[in-house]
């Protein structure tokens, strides 16, 4: 297996951090990026290179890609991992919250992106691989602004695919379902504050409820399974246009697909209760 020059985003926990220790030990020089490095030094074992960068200030993106060009000449693959969520009602969620969403999850993914794609493009060879969610694919209720954000990323890696196909760059979406991670419980506690003395605050509390229930069971699919996706896509000849790890996420992608809408509605809705 031809060893390759790997960025990803998030690298500080979770998944991205996972990813970067299980890519690096398959050969591969990784370089994890992250807000807080210091958080990935116990990744430097390994031999993964913690980067700093903040995918919200595009000089930190510059000076990163930058740094690695330097260093490596190449940027085989982009993993484009780093996410936020803040789940609440349209009408209660500030719009600065709105947009630090589509600042974290769109707009800093595809500044990141439009940094490496002219390396790419030179060498005829390439891969982005974009953390999206089933989120992008069906609403969940409450899920409103973040599932806005994960529409735009499906849209957004479906219309880059086709434009950098031609420079022998690939584009492959990963697409979780519920995975037990910190996420879960995070999102749980930005909707209850998100509910608080509105309209929505009996309902909202039910789906907290249901957050809490469910990201603290075992229902949830492991990390290890989106990991398992992303090195996947990573190591592939022929890498798909989009994976579906976790437990669930073929099965709604599909409900989605074929229930009328009102009837997709209720059986979101009925989540919630």
């Not at 605050?201 to 398992?228: C, H, I, N």
Request: aromatic share 8%; with cysteine; net charge positive.
């Amino acid at each position: 297996m031809k060893s390759k020059i790997v960025l990803i985003t998030g690298a500080s926990s979770g998944i991205g951090y996972e990813t970067a220790r299980r890519l690096v030990l398959q050969g591969h020089k990784v370089y994890g990026a992250a807000r807080r490095t210091e958080l990935i030094e116990p990744l430097c074992q390994y031999r993964v290179v913690p980067i700093a960068m903040d995918v919200t200030v595009s000089d930190s993106m510059d000076a990163a890609v930058r740094r690695i060009i330097e260093e490596e000449g190449r940027i085989d693959v982009l993993v484009n991992n780093a996410g936020y969520g803040y789940l609440g009602p349209v009408e209660t969620v500030p719009l600065e919250e709105a947009r630090r969403q589509l600042e974290v999850n769109l707009f800093g993914m595809a500044y990141l992106t439009q940094l490496v794609l002219p390396y790419m493009r030179e060498r005829h060879s390439g891969h982005i691989i974009n953390i999206s969610s089933i989120a992008g694919r069906a609403v969940i209720l409450f899920g409103g602004w973040y599932n806005v954000s994960k529409f735009a990323v499906e849209a957004f890696s479906d219309a880059l695919r086709m434009e950098v196909e031609p420079f022998g760059i690939r584009v492959s979406i990963i697409e979780p379902s519920g995975i037990k991670t910190p996420w879960g419980l995070i999102a749980a506690d930005n909707l209850e504050t998100s509910v608080q003395g509105s309209a929505y605050e009996k309902q909202g509390l039910r789906m907290a409820g249901t957050f809490r229930w469910a990201y603290g069971s075992d229902l949830m699919s492991k990390p290890a399974s989106v990991t398992r996706s992303i090195v996947s896509a990573v190591n592939a000849r022929h890498p798909s246009t989009r994976y579906h790890p976790g437990l669930g996420a073929h099965t709604i992608i599909f409900l989605h697909s074929i229930l009328p809408t009102r009837l997709w509605d209720s059986f979101a809705r009925l989540i919630g209760r």
